[in-house]
Structures are given as structure tokens and as C-alpha cells.
């Protein structure tokens, strides 16, 4: 009898839930103000990190910026400092977790309490499995899915001891579905996803509700750092690189909002589910249907015709994109799209 109840409240908190998501999508929520909250970001001193800086400080935000490059995370600062804010910046190897934790003992000691904490940092192998040191598989997996447990343990506790606070992770659409030859980055994007989401259930269950999570998991961000990858001409105007500003700015949309979780853009949805509803087998059957985009793939495994051979970092972020194109390809064409 108990379960039959448990599975009507289960049914009846679904339907509120579906019912809210809905009105939400329709109706945006009011943006809260983070203005005077203290933001850590991790990997301040990329791309993405730096315009998250700028778009928190603009919101007010004082902000704690850590990275592994020490200039690039000052001109980060520099730049915050300019709109009114506080900032304090840190050296941090994220791939060291002793690293981690003594940092985050002198952010506490010397700033104060983070009330959000914005996982941004991320790297690449970008060479094939069976190529690929031992040590660079494990430094992708330590700084892109480690380190989220290590940064959670030293910086939640005190969220929870005020039962305030924002936690976001910045995954990929590779932490969604997968494809070949980056195995390291799939493998570390879904272990970031699956720990974001169970920490946000943890949260729940443990009615700690003034503790939101946002996960982030946006398509190919056009940094400049792809030159020679482009998408099928019949599909470049429908899925192109996503702009790094356009990217933050969804993205802040989503955290200010507290909304759970946001793929950028909307059409990445669609991988998601296909993997649901779809056969394994299928994976194979799209990368068939873009023959020209196999190709390339190959070529960017090896840095090899895409403008990238002799910088491995170059290499890595050139071959995701790829990757993630050819399958994207294949999935709009089995739905019809184009």
C-alpha cells in the first residue's frame, strides 16, 4: 500500500515538475542578483573564462580567478578590475589535488567564503588512444572530471553551512554523446556530467535548496583556434561555431536563472536524445552517412590537413570540433533537417 502511495506523490511531483519546466521555457524567470557574492572560476585565463569574469563582474560579482597560466589569469584581472570589482587571483595546478586544497585554504583564509564556484577549466589529449602518453589520458581526466570532486570538497562545506550558494559545471556536448578518437574527452566530459547531476540530487535529498547547480554543455565555441575545420557547406549556416561571447551569455542567462541545466545551442538536444531512442549500432550507420567528414576526422586525429599539425593543444581543441560536426552531420540528415 506504502508503494502505491509513494508512486502517486512520485507521478504528481513529475507532473508539477513537467508543468513548471513549461511555464518556465514560456515565461523566463527573474534573473537573481549575485551583486557582492564572492566567484571562484577556474580557468580564468581562456577564452570562456575570462568573458565569464567579465559578464560576473558586470553583474557585480568579486571574483577569485584561478588558473595555471599566471599572465593570462592577470589580464583576466586587469580587465575585471576595470568595471568596479574586487579580484584576487591564484596560480593553481588543477591537475594536483594537494594543489587544490591549499589554495582553497588560502582563498578562505585571505578572501573569504566562494558562493559560486564556476568549473570552466578543461584540456585535451588530442591524439589517438593507442598513441596518446600515459600521462596526458590522465591529466585530461584529472583536470576535467577529478578536479570537480576536489574543487566540490573544499569549497562546498561552507556553502552548506549557510545553505547558500551556486555551483556550475562547463561540460561539452561530448559529455552527452560520443564518437571516435577522443576517448580521453568523452570519457572525462561524461564522468563531469554524471557527477554534476548526482551532486545535484545529493543537494536535493539533503533539502539544501539554497544550493543551485548548473550544468553547462555547449556546442563548438569558435575561439580561433580552427582554422581549417569546416562543416558541410548545406549545414554551415544551420549548426555554426557557436561565438565564446553568445556561449557566456546563455550560459549566464541559464545561471542566473538557476536553471539545472542548458545545452547551447538548442539543436544539441537532439544527439541527446537520439542516443536514448536509438540502437548503438546507429553511431556507426551516421558516421557512414558523411564519408567526407570521416575523412577529415582521420586527419585531424593526426593534426594532419586542418591547419593544426605541430601544436597538440591546437590539434585537440581542432579535432573535437570536428568530431562532434561529422556527428552532428549525420544525426540532422536522419532526422531530415536538411
Not at 579580484?87 to 559560486?116: P, W
Not at 554524471?194 to 575561439?223: M, R, W
Request: net charge negative.
Amino acid at each position: 500500500m506504502l508503494v502505491i502511495v509513494d508512486l502517486l506523490l512520485m507521478l504528481i511531483d513529475l507532473t508539477y515538475t513537467v508543468l513548471r519546466a513549461v511555464v518556465q521555457t514560456v515565461l523566463r524567470p527573474r534573473l537573481k542578483c549575485v551583486d557582492g557574492e564572492l566567484c571562484l572560476i577556474t580557468g580564468a585565463g581562456g577564452a570562456l573564462g575570462r568573458l565569464f569574469a567579465l559578464e560576473f563582474a558586470k553583474e557585480g560579482a568579486h571574483l577569485v580567478l584561478w588558473d595555471c597560466n599566471t599572465a593570462a589569469n592577470e589580464q583576466t584581472a586587469e580587465q575585471a578590475r576595470e568595471l568596479g570589482v574586487k579580484v584576487h587571483t591564484f596560480t593553481v595546478d588543477l591537475s594536483d589535488r594537494l594543489s587544490i586544497y591549499e589554495t582553497a585554504d588560502r582563498v578562505r583564509a585571505e578572501v573569504g567564503d566562494v558562493s559560486i564556484m564556476v568549473n570552466n577549466a578543461g584540456v585535451v589529449a588530442g591524439r589517438r588512444l593507442l598513441e596518446c602518453p600515459d600521462e596526458l589520458l590522465e591529466r585530461t581526466l584529472l583536470v576535467n572530471c577529478h578536479a570537480l570532486f576536489w574543487m566540490t570538497k573544499a569549497f562546498l562545506p561552507q556553502m552548506k553551512a549557510k545553505n547558500h550558494g551556486h555551483i556550475v559545471t562547463v561540460a561539452s556536448a561530448l559529455g552527452l554523446f560520443t564518437t571516435a578518437c577522443v576517448e580521453d574527452y568523452c570519457a572525462s566530459k561524461f564522468g563531469a556530467v554524471g557527477f554534476h547531476e548526482s551532486l545535484a540530487h545529493e543537494l536535493q535529498a539533503e533539502n539544501h535548496n539554497g544550493i543551485k547547480t548548473t550544468l553547462v554543455c555547449p556546442y563548438i565555441v569558435d575561439t580561433g583556434m580552427f582554422a581549417g575545420c569546416e562543416i558541410r557547406k548545406e549545414l554551415k549556416s544551420l549548426i555554426p561555431p557557436l561565438e565564446p561571447l553568445y556561449t557566456v551569455q546563455q550560459s549566464m542567462k541559464a545561471i542566473l536563472g538557476d536553471q539545472q541545466m542548458i545545452c547551447i545551442p538548442r539543436l544539441m538536444y537532439i544527439p541527446f536524445l537520439a542516443r536514448a531512442y536509438f540502437p548503438h549500432t546507429l553511431d556507426i550507420v551516421l558516421e557512414d552517412l558523411c564519408e567526407d567528414g570521416k575523412e577529415r576526422l582521420l586527419k585531424a586525429a593526426d593534426g594532419v590537413g586542418v591547419g593544426l599539425a605541430g601544436d597538440p593543444h591546437r590539434q585537440a581543441q581542432g579535432l573535437e570540433q570536428v568530431v562532434i560536426k561529422v556527428r552532428l552531420a549525420g544525426i540532422l540528415k536522419t532526422f531530415r533537417v536538411v
